[in-house]
């Protein structure tokens, strides 16, 4: 029976067996399991259930005075479930196929107490002046997972997310160098907006950048770079999907985001020379990016020479990201939502952020779990991206970062990004796993040791 219950829905369980033994039961009774949910039930599951409104202690000697009358076991004697209790707990299993549902969680359980109004539990549960109706409710609709549009994401759905603006970028210190460079150069060459190309010219006029020994090795010099860009008679290539001229050209700009987001995703707090040539390089488009596509060889995984250069070891927003795909891999989804950014936080399983949700009962099983119940698979996709939500999540770590003058992002970092967007998938799986946003952000603070003004 217990192979489709989650960890947390075992928990109640043992701590229902633990409750008979302590007051020395014979048997394991639906007063028992209520005794374990209420236990195990935190934070916003607590609420959905109305047990924040239970005084534990008084339910104890509810619970106690309830089962007087039942014989006492021998300290050697084994525990059997009583015949209401299995038949709640097969109740809940039930309720997995009425509700859609994959696994047995602790809402099961309560939802099975709540309809076998004969048993003890539920009777005692009505001495509380729950509100049951609304319970019920409440809990099939958390628990119906029949409404998910099938091969899409749920972040897929939702209004794009406003991300970062160019002149944030003139904040960083060396980009706002290699931009500024890369402005002058435009205008010896007679140009009012800047290109691709002066990016990346600007990026070799600097020998100090460790970018440009890497380049080097490729035969990427300035010479030679010059001598290929004096093969382009036209700048077309810097305008492709474009009807409008801004101050850089729109393969520029596209090469700067991807700059930033290069950074995000490699946990460093500024962008650095290497953000930028591998903004290029992910851009696929203009005239630098085709200068270099025809010097570095294919069979070269540029990006990670770039990264060990870069990093004596894998950065851990780095680890955690990479973790997060492969998890979406696993799942057959190719849509890395914040969820997935979650799996890799606990996946890495050390760090700040695995700490604390260590320490709210969070773990990677039954984050798995739930989120096979909310992701469907992507048959139709090929190819991995982030949605929109879990970039505003980076975008949040980022930023959180450099206000506290990090030079990395940390676990920490995308944990408070996720507890920013109370409507993202992560934070619903983080909600129906029995914590909110409140114990998130002070589980944050406790395990940094003094605080960390977010």
């Not at 299995?86 to 994959?102: F, G, P, Q, W």
């Not at 080097?216 to 305008?239: A, C, G, H, P, V």
């Not at 505003?392 to 206000?403: C, D, F, G, N, S």
């Amino acid at each position: 029976m217990f192979e489709k219950f989650t960890q947390k829905a075992i928990d109640v369980v043992q701590s229902a067996q633990n409750y008979a033994a302590q007051f020395c039961h014979s048997r394991v009774l639906s007063q028992h399991l209520l005794l374990g949910l209420v236990a195990k039930s935190k934070g916003v599951q607590a609420k959905i259930l109305n047990f924040d409104k239970i005084n534990f202690g008084e339910l104890t000697i509810e619970v106690h005075n309830s089962t007087e009358i039942f014989p006492n076991r021998k300290q050697n004697d084994d525990i059997l479930f009583s015949k209401e209790a299995r038949d709640i707990l097969k109740k809940a299993v039930e309720l997995t196929d009425e509700l859609n549902s994959k696994f047995v969680m602790p809402q099961h359980i309560a939802l099975a107490i709540l309809m076998k109004k004969d048993c003890g539990a539920y009777n005692i549960l009505k001495k509380f002046n729950i509100n049951e109706e609304k319970i019920i409710q409440n809990l099939k609709r958390i628990l119906d997972k029949s409404a998910e549009i099938k091969n899409l994401h749920p972040e897929e759905i939702i209004e794009n997310t406003q991300l970062s603006n160019i002149n944030n970028f003139f904040k960083e210190k060396i980009i706002s160098e290699i931009l500024e460079n890369a402005k002058a150069k435009a205008t010896t060459s007679d140009y009012e907006i800047v290109g691709s190309e002066q990016l990346l010219q600007s990026i070799l006029d600097n020998k100090n950048y460790p970018i440009v020994e890497i380049l080097n090795k490729y035969d990427i010099t300035n010479e030679n770079f010059n001598k290929k860009l004096s093969t382009f008679t036209s700048r077309k290539d810097e305008f492709e999907n474009s009807e409008k001229q801004i101050i850089f050209t729109p393969n520029a700009f596209l090469a700067l985001m991807l700059a930033l987001d290069c950074a995000k995703e490699s946990g460093s707090v500024g962008i650095l020379p290497e953000h930028v040539i591998l903004g290029i390089l992910k851009s696929k488009r203009g005239i630098a990016y085709k200068i270099l596509s025809e010097l570095i060889p294919a069979s070269v995984d540029f990006e990670d020479i770039v990264m060990k250069k870069m990093n004596d070891k894998i950065p851990e927003t780095l680890a955690i990201l990479r973790l997060a795909k492969e998890e979406a891999l696993n799942l057959n989804c190719y849509t890395i939502g914040t969820e997935m950014i979650l799996l890799g936080i606990l996946s890495y399983g050390t760090g700040i952020a695995a700490d604390t949700l260590r320490r709210l009962g969070i773990n990677l099983k039954d984050a798995r779990n739930e989120i096979k119940k909310i992701i469907k698979p992507q048959k139709d996709k090929t190819t991995l991206s982030y949605s929109q939500r879990a970039k505003k999540i980076l975008e949040v770590a980022y930023e959180t970062a450099r206000e506290h003058k990090r030079t990395k992002i940390k676990s920490e970092n995308l944990l408070y990004g996720i507890t920013k967007m109370p409507n993202c998938t992560a934070m619903q799986v983080l909600s129906n796993l029995g914590t909110d946003i409140l114990e998130i952000r002070q589980g944050i603070k406790q395990e940094l040791l003094g605080g960390m003004d977010l």
